[in-house]
């Protein structure tokens, strides 16, 4: 018997995963064993098969390799031009810290005895050893921050959470990942569902919880079929602790991944932001105490329980601990998951791991953080990619996703676009973000037809300055960033 | 998925009666319809509000606030075309416009013989394998002219 491990994360399966799996599974003496993707996004899709020294990758294995490649690693892990050798030992793997995404890739995602067989479980079973409190005490002490972009700390949301008086109290997991440029949510929950349902029951340990609902965004059809099956195995096994999850879709907006508009959207209403204060963490789901986090936030609670907030915290750079799932996207020639202690340069991250362009042309522009992120030109190249830094820089991290650009790129497009993108995806309860986004992105217009155009790149920034001052969340809030970084350090593509 | 079925008020009328124990039904309730009948036609917007004591002001507005709702059936096949900046930067947008040109239609158009509704979507996480869409429910990535081509015309 031939075991053969092909992944069924979406963006192998978008580039012909499924046919891989369909022949081989009519060779005989093979089992097919599906799992996550190890997030060698240009190596997809990526096959492993077992040998006894070990398992040997291939790829990427285009249709018409199928046949050899499956030859070849029947044969043992025989030769073959697409043979990569052990994954462990390539270089994208080995400079990375897997703490977050140790399984993604290797175990199936839906088998429970692999989960425990790679570590899984023991986060849960600890803290229900050590209680509430001390469990905050080991969020709080590796120093984990929210990873859904405003890198908000975790241990003092569960504490502010479980302090909160409440009949009843909620865990909301943050699924919508509308950042482009980024996919770490979804890896993972197509890669390891189990930790991230180990993740919410810790927090719904934590901070007293009844009821966890997973927000998914509709664009991940594979990642909620992942999870409703995880899900539904552990309601068998009786994982839960009494706080039941659900999983909730949603309905292709954006502005639905700020918090309390995706509150708004789980009661069922339009997906308004609400202002703030009270905190969610005081009144938020229904009006009761809940905690909202990322998926990667919930994810890592399980490993920094299990090995202790200070093993976690000694990974890092100043005040960023642990690790981040870094994306590596757009025109890069290796894109994919790295996950790193924080404070790798920007310029390792995109020239070294990310090895250049895909095109082969010289890096122009990098926007780091999604649709809201600064772009940042290689002069920058020597920022550390964690928080403080990249706020210092008039940039930030977000949810970790780099996207970068070759030398064809016009940044007064981009800019344009930013403001487009806020216009389609404003909530519409406010003026600054839902007027301002309109009024930008003509007065760009404007700019690329040269008109007046040192009068209009003055009336964006002001417009700018006033978005920035004005608007209730970071939609309208952070869309300066893309638009006056764009002119700041690109002014030539704004100038006739 | 599977196609969408003919709207018939006692299929909805299952659908509502099925879905609204949940806390905060109204949009798992929309979006169940939708994906039975292929729209969300005014008639279940009303049944809706009546089901879950809600005005019909209410039910509409949730209803008219997402991009995936909509109240009048697509083409057969849904083809939605990531636009965001991961696809800009391998040539997503030169992309779009071959595609419509092409098939003969503007973002959220339907071809002529209904086979075909275009819908831009704002990242789809295949950032890594750009350019990216989804077909009907099937993920593809490494777009190009021509294999967009391919799918479309492959479009049942
Ligand atoms: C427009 C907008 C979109 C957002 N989208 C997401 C998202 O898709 N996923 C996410 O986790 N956080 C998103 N956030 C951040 C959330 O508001 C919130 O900070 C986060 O869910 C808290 O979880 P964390 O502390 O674990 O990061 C978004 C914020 C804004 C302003
Ligand atoms: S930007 Fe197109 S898939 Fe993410």
Redesign the pocket.
Same mark, same amino acid.
């Given at each position: 018997m031939t075991n053969l491990f092909i992944p069924r994360d979406s963006a192998a399966v978008a580039v012909g995963a499924e046919e891989i799996a369909a022949t081989a599974a009519r060779r005989r003496g093979v089992t097919v064993i599906r799992t996550g993707s190890r997030g060698l996004h240009w190596l997809e899709p990526l096959i492993e098969v077992e040998t006894p020294a070990g398992r040997v990758a291939y790829g990427p294995v285009g249709a018409d390799d199928i046949t050899a490649v499956l030859d070849a690693a029947i044969a043992g892990g025989a030769p073959h031009r697409l043979r990569i050798g052990k994954p462990e030992d390539h270089p994208f793997l080995k400079r990375q810290t897997r703490l977050t995404f140790s399984r993604c890739g290797i175990i199936d995602p839906l088998s429970w005895s692999d989960y425990v067989a790679h570590g899984g479980g023991k986060g849960l079973t600890r803290a229900r050893a050590i209680g509430a409190d001390a469990t905050i005490a080991e969020i709080t002490a590796s120093g984990l921050?929210? #990873? +859904?972009? &405003? +890198? @908000?700390p975790?241990g003092i949301?569960w504490k502010t959470t479980r302090d909160a008086k409440g009949d009843n109290k909620y865990i909301v997991c943050? &699924?919508? $990942? +509308?950042?482009s440029g980024t996919f770490a949510?979804r890896m993972l929950m197509e890669g390891d569902p189990f930790a991230l349902i180990e993740g919410m029951a810790i927090a719904a340990l934590a901070v007293g919880a009844t009821k966890g609902f997973i927000y998914i #965004?509709s664009e991940y059809p594979l990642a909620i079929a992942v999870m409703r099956e995880a899900l539904g195995i552990a309601r068998a096994r009786n994982l839960l602790d009494g706080c039941d999850i659900e999983i909730r879709v949603g309905a292709g907006s954006? =502005?639905?991944? $700020? $918090?309390?508009? *995706?509150l708004e959207s789980l009661e069922g209403k339009r997906g308004q932001?609400r202002a703030k204060p009270p905190l969610p963490a005081h009144a938020g789901l229904f009006g009761r105490p809940t905690v909202?986090?990322? =998926? *990667?936030? *919930?994810a890592t609670a399980p490993v920094i329980l299990a090995d202790g907030g200070a093993a976690y915290a000694k990974h890092g750079a100043a005040k960023s601990r642990g690790t981040m799932p870094i994306q590596l996207a757009g025109n890069l020639k290796h894109g994919g998951l790295f996950e790193a202690p924080f404070g790798l340069t920007l310029g390792e991250l995109v020239t070294d791991i990310g090895g250049g362009t895909a095109s082969g042309r010289p890096v122009r522009a990098v926007q780091v953080g999604g649709p %809201?992120g600064a772009y940042f030109p290689p002069a920058l190249f020597d920022t550390p990619f964690d928080y403080e830094a990249f706020a210092a820089k008039d940039g930030l991290i977000g949810?970790g996703g780099i996207v970068v650009f070759d030398d064809t790129v016009d940044m007064a497009r981009q800019a344009r676009f930013a403001m487009e993108f806020c216009a389609i $995806?404003s909530c519409g309860k406010c003026t600054p973000c839902r007027i301002g986004s309109v009024r930008g992105k003509e007065t760009i217009d404007r700019i690329i037809a040269g008109e007046n155009v040192a009068a209009n790149i003055a009336l964006v920034e002001d417009l700018c300055a006033t978005m920035k001052a004005g608007s209730l969340? &970071? %939609?309208g +809030? @952070?869309v300066p960033y893309p638009v006056l970084s764009a002119i700041r350090h690109f002014r030539e593509d704004f100038e006739p | 998925m599977s196609a969408p079925i003919a709207w018939t008020p006692a299929r909805a009328a299952e659908i509502i009666l099925s879905l609204k124990h949940l806390d905060g039904a109204c949009l798992p309730i929309l979006r169940a319809i939708q994906a039975e009948f292929g729209h969300v036609p005014p008639e279940a917007v009303a049944m809706v509000a009546d089901a879950l004591n809600l005005s019909r002001a209410e039910v509409h507005g949730t209803f008219s606030f997402y991009h995936d709702l909509r109240a009048e059936p697509a083409g057969r096949t849904v083809v939605k075309l990531c636009r965001a900046e991961a696809c800009q930067a391998m040539g997503g947008d030169a992309l779009a416009e071959r595609a419509m040109r092409k098939i003969g239609v503007d973002w959220h158009g339907t071809t002529a013989d209904g086979r075909v509704t275009l819908e831009p979507a704002f990242c789809l996480g295949l950032c890594s394998t750009a350019p990216a869409a989804m077909v009907g429910e099937r993920v593809v990535g490494r777009l190009d002219e021509t294999t967009l081509g391919r799918l479309l015309d492959a479009a049942p």
């Open positions: 921050r929210g #990873r +859904g972009g &405003a +890198g @908000f975790a949301k943050n &699924a919508d $990942e +509308g950042d949510d #965004r954006y =502005v639905c991944g $700020e $918090e309390t508009a *995706l932001v909202v986090n990322n =998926v *990667l936030t *919930l %809201l949810h $995806e969340c &970071a %939609l +809030g @952070f | -």
